[in-house]
């Protein structure tokens, strides 16, 4: 999982900045909290508010999701919303965070919150992201999340941060492929393993994996009888990253298997 950024300061503020409210009166255990009691509105608020504040985001999504039950065309409703996908955020339950997140923009698409709404989905995405030896299909939805709020909303916060997580995540998936492509090389897979250093090398040649994947190419296209090939790869190689240790190893692949030709 991917360590979380300053801007969560800035998510953080967003819950702790809500409408200001008279003190809330919860209950002191969580049943007596989140049991269906009917509530002016503001008591019900500021009671999620207190739980949030307390820490157990559980009970305050719950509550927050009571808001909109009880007072559904309150303008109090449409705050609640996204306080409530804020707490299944700060709650680890990403599932409900992104499906309260995805309500509120269905209803509310035009409102001026949508680009922190945007964001939270991304962030929940992310922040599920795991080591590139598993399933990357949160890492693929975070990069999809991440480029949406680049495209919606690029002079907001929101955006800047996302641009930057961009890169961790392309990042990531390149080491995915590395990580496959190594394994089919190690097995003999020699074709099968340069799709993936190709895919590395095509969609992500701004990460630090490019290096690593050109060489493999070198390597590759050595062992399939391709040295004109293989050429290509290391004078790519040393062209961009001449000092690397990558380019180091295939200039000395490239004079002990290809010596008629030049690495550079």
Known sequence: ?????????????FAAGGVLLTSG??????????????????????????????GDSRVAAVLFDEVERQHPYSPWARRAQLMSAFS??????????????????????????????????ALCYYEQISDVTRDQKATTQALDAMNEVVRRFPATRYAVDAQ???DLVKDHLAGKEMEIGRFYERSGK??????????????YQTTSHTPE????????????????????????????????????????????????????
């Open 213 to 264: 994947a050109l060489f493999r190419m070198v390597e590759t296209n050595l062992v399939l009888g391709l040295p004109g090939e293989a050429q290509k790869a290391a004078a790519v190689l040393g062209a961009n990253y001449p000092g690397s240790e990558w380019y180091d190893r295939a200039y000395k692949l490239m004079q002990k298997h290809a010596p008629g030709t030049s690495a550079s």
């Open 190 to 203: 020699w074709l099968a393993a340069q799709l993936r250093f190709r895919e590395v090398i095509d969609k």
């Open 164 to 166: 930057l997580k961009l």
């Open 88 to 121: 299944y955020y700060a709650g680890r339950d990403y599932a409900k965070s992104i499906q309260a997140a995805q309500r509120f923009l269905s209803i509310h698409p035009g409102n001026k919150d949508a680009p922190y709404a945007y964001y939270l989905i």
């Open 25 to 54: 009166c919860g209950g002191t255990r969580k049943n007596r909290d989140t049991a269906y009691v009917a509530r002016d509105v503001e008591t019900l608020y500021a009671a999620a508010k207190d739980q949030l504040d307390r």
């Open 1 to 13: 999982m991917f360590k979380q950024s300053p801007i969560k300061l800035a998510v953080l503020a």
